[in-house]
Nanobody, 123 residues
Framework: QVQLVESGGGLVQAGGSLRLSCAASGSIFSIGTAGWYHQPPGKQREVVAT???????NYADSVKGRFTISRDNAKSTVYLQVNSLKPEDTGVYSC?????????????????WGQGTQVIVSS
């Protein structure tokens, strides 16, 4: 039905950058509000950035000025540009999105999660 697949994580030195991607696959009609979440090792998952279907963005205070969320509706993909990385940014980054798909019965809406991509920031 709907699958969100994150990519772009990896090992990076403090101060470095990565570009995370979250691609939706399936008979996608549209993607609504989407967000990126960060789960540090041994801690709860927390939201870091969200973007509405109209492009309005919101960020956690801890990442303002360093992270940028964006979307490419034609590619059904949401991005997270992460700059000036700190060791405390280490963890699994997951995306969540409201995804509307075409079915034989019409448009159906799902709240979908990806499996996550690991980011490790070395000091």
């Amino acid at each position: 039905q709907v699958q969100l697949v994150e990519s772009g994580g990896g090992l990076v030195q403090a101060g470095g950058s990565l570009r995370l991607s979250c691609a939706a696959s399936g008979s996608i009609f549209s993607i609504g509000t989407a967000g990126w979440y960060h789960q540090p090792p041994g801690k709860q998952r927390e939201v870091v950035a969200t973007i509405s279907s109209g492009g309005t963005t919101n960020y956690a205070d801890s990442v303002k000025g360093r992270f940028t969320i964006s979307r490419d509706n034609a590619k059904s993909t949401v991005y997270l540009q992460v700059n000036s990385l700190k060791p405390e940014d280490t963890g699994v980054y997951s995306c969540n999105a409201v995804v509307r798909i075409r079915t034989s019965l019409g448009i159906k809406e799902y709240n979908s999660w990806g499996q996550g991509t690991q980011v490790i920031v070395s000091s």
